[in-house]
């Protein structure tokens, strides 16, 4: 019987294939750019098609919840027993679209060429938010869900889901779950349907190097004092080996090494380095000795000044001696690093390494762990298997380099792991004009969905 | 006969105070800001005075004369074979006075308080160009003038002498002459009135280390390409050894030794290093190793980073790998060091020392020589004497750490040493508010000045 139903649900997506094109289109053409005022009322009226179109699908309790900012979507199926939980993340806000003259057809002029859908928002996120809705609603209309579904669609991922964390805070019970599973990222590439188990943590901190109480003539001081922006280069330069490792003592100290499984499989994906290095534009890669570039951006810590400035930037030339040089730094971290052990490990580091005749501040800016998902979870288990059903083809298991904060509150504040299974491609265009989605990943995305439901209902209890 | 007419000539000055006091402040009334376009007619009022003036004391040539910004004021004495010809150099045009309401006068109301007069451009330099010309008034009163002199008072002294040289250029001959004498410079302090006889030269430099073709975005990319703001740090740490001294080959290959002489003058100065480093709001002093901070910032090389930036430079956290990372260096020379000689070897040694990764670009952007008069010249002596005379006490011998263009235009265009005895007090508030100037020394310097040109005019031929 499950076997036939999801037959079922999965033809009934075929069927309706047009239909649902349409449907994306429609939702598509409402202009909820959320980083721009103007366009308040089209992120609300995304939200509100989203609600209705959330009812036809059989939940009748879709509605909008108020936030300080933009709305969230809320809905969900009957709450049975017996049966995992599922939240389902996305978000119904879009990028702005500078420069529109770049696109070459009105980004909120949703259109198809060679299987492939132009819009804004195709495949961030608006088309994988409506393909988790038409694989419920394939359920809704077939059979009974094998698992309960909860959805939280929220209108302010692209402005930094400003408000997010504290909606989640107030609605733990409501949200609470055996897993989230978030479609708002992409495969690994063209072929390799892919589950990211892994995304890296963040560690920041802002310092200053004082000397100073003002700039100085360099006429008539310089030579008498530190120059806190040679202090700053020699706090910064000595923060790497010249290998490219981390020179923090104890940086390294509660990193796993990667698994020789984990950097076969890592390994066995394709990966073009004079490509990536042409398209990046820099004379050669560098990176932490011993590591392949996925290794090194997806599973190996890191520490990037972010941005650095002292004295006089503008045009022409001021010779002074700078009263103070400033840098952000940010960490990349994985998992069992903790934020703020780093963050005291580097500033440790950095007190040791002042010259003489400068002041250092040190202000710790934030953080978040990295979290990762055990391969062997039965969801990773049960999304690899709806990959390979849909796709007829292995999947990949990826990491990722970048955090997401939302996947760090349903860790710490939902105690839930959560599934990254995207059905975008990696240069599809987010954020950039002629944002685009394959319309093959579009229709097998939604019945990958589907049948990760009947694996994640099978494999239960 | 000349001996009695110096006493003349000083009887005079001294005759006239109040008189030429009350001339100062009507001088120091007119706002002849030059760096505000809204003052452009009270800087040609200003100029328009001293022509004027000029006239009075017996200058029937004066004038201005156009350059493509404001008005030179010259003036010239008959030209006598036989004696040396001097070009006075000074500016009329003074600084802005923000923030106004840390005046305690009115910037523009001079005002004298404890017989320190108080004005903006008391000191720097309208007071002190008015010395010079109630001097030769003096002179012009009483008997022949000792030596020819020839005025040139620029308007654009403030806002970087930008049409200076090439009025030098085009006037040469005009402003041909023995020696040039500026009195725009304090003296070591009271009680310490001082010949300046060496400046510092300035080779500059801009330079940008270019990674990636855009910043990017530090999760997906932190790890796998250098970071051009390392590679920029690392550069920059390169260029001094931890004691402060200068790491790129040759940087002192040409610098002469200090004499035991001159060293010994230095250290004859009073300085309160605890004073200086606690007005200057440093923790510790740092400079070369093995020199005294007269020594540093007179007599010895410098190498500054004048400003530097990279990437993220606003409020929050941009978790980027910045594109590119940029410095503005500048040297200070002694003299027989080459302007293009040391930015060749600097860029020699960046090139060097540049990481993996990343591309250099390196822009030079100007230099000039340093200056530097021999102690035995005659003129460096005639002024010593005169000091003695005068205050009645030896004369300092100072070298300034700071570059004055157009020192470097009368060396390199008209071929003549620069003395620069001037008479302010380097705590007077050039630049700042409540700028002023202790009358004992607008008086003082005058009689130094009379007797200067008595002293010129005797030793010549």
Redesign the interface.
């Known amino acids: 019987m499950p076997k036939s139903a999801l037959n079922q649900v999965l033809s009934h997506l075929k069927a309706y294939r047009a239909q649902h094109l349409e449907e994306a289109k429609e939702f598509l053409r409402i202009p909820s750019i959320s980083a721009l005022s103007a366009h308040k009322g089209d992120v609300v009226r995304a939200a509100e098609w989203l609600k209705v179109r959330l009812e036809q699908a059989g939940f009748a309790n879709a509605r909008l919840e108020a936030t300080r900012g933009n709305p969230v979507v809320v809905a969900s199926s009957a709450i049975r027993l017996g049966k995992p939980t599922v939240l389902v993340y996305g978000h119904y806000d879009v990028q702005p679209v500078d420069p529109v003259e770049s696109w070459h057809h009105g980004p909120f002029e949703p259109t198809v060429e060679k299987n492939i859908l132009y819009a804004r928002g195709a495949s961030d996120d608006k088309g994988q938010v409506f393909m988790q809705l038409i694989a419920a609603e394939a359920w809704q209309t077939v059979a009974e869900l094998p698992v309960n579904l909860k959805f939280l669609f929220e209108g302010e991922e692209e402005i930094g889901s400003v408000n997010l964390s504290e909606y989640i805070r107030d609605h733990q019970a409501d949200l609470a779950a055996d897993l989230a599973v978030i479609s708002d990222t992409p495969m690994y590439d063209q072929g390799y349907p892919a589950v990211s188990y892994g995304l890296?943590g963040?560690a920041?901190m802002e310092i200053a190097v004082h000397?100073?109480?003002q700039d100085?003539?360099?006429?008539?001081?310089?030579?008498?004092?530190?120059?806190p922006?040679?202090a700053?280069?020699?706090?910064?330069?000595s923060?790497?080996d010249?290998t490219?490792r981390v020179s923090v003592a104890g940086f390294y100290d509660q990193v796993d090494d990667l698994t020789p499984e984990e950097r076969d499989a890592f390994s066995r994906l394709p990966f073009d380095e004079e490509a990536?290095q042409n398209e990046?534009?820099?004379?050669?890669?560098?990176?932490?000795e011993g590591y392949s570039?996925l290794e090194?951006?997806w599973a190996?810590p890191?520490l990037?000044?972010?941005?650095?400035?002292?004295?006089?930037?503008g045009e022409g030339?001021?010779?002074?001696?700078?009263a103070s040089?400033?840098?952000?730094l940010?960490c990349?971290l994985v998992p069992h690093q903790e934020p703020n052990d780093i963050l005291q490990r580097i500033e440790a580091h950095l007190r040791m390494h002042l010259?003489?005749?400068?002041?250092l501040t040190i202000n710790h800016?934030?953080g978040a762990p990295a979290s990762i998902t055990p391969l062997d979870h039965p969801a990773v288990k049960a999304a690899e298997s709806a990959i390979e059903s849909v796709y007829q083809t292995p999947a990949s298991h990826i990491r990722?380099?970048?955090?997401i904060p939302v996947v760090v509150d349903f860790q710490q504040m939902l105690n839930m792991p959560t599934l990254l299974i995207g059905f975008a491609l990696p240069n599809e265009n987010f954020h950039a004009p002629n944002e685009h989605f394959h319309l093959e990943n579009f229709y097998r995305g939604a019945e990958t969905i589907a049948t990760l439901w009947q694996k994640l209902g099978e494999n239960h209890g």
């Open positions: 890296r963040l920041a000397g100073p109480y100085l003539h360099s006429g008539g001081f310089g030579g008498a004092v530190m120059n922006a040679h700053l280069a020699h706090l910064i330069d923060l790497h010249a490219g990536y990046l534009g820099v004379p050669a890669l560098f990176g932490e570039v090194r951006t190996r890191t990037e000044v972010n941005g650095m400035w002292s004295g006089f930037t030339q001021k010779t002074i001696v700078p040089a400033h840098a952000k940010t990349r010259p003489p005749g400068v002041r800016t934030g990722m380099g970048g955090s």
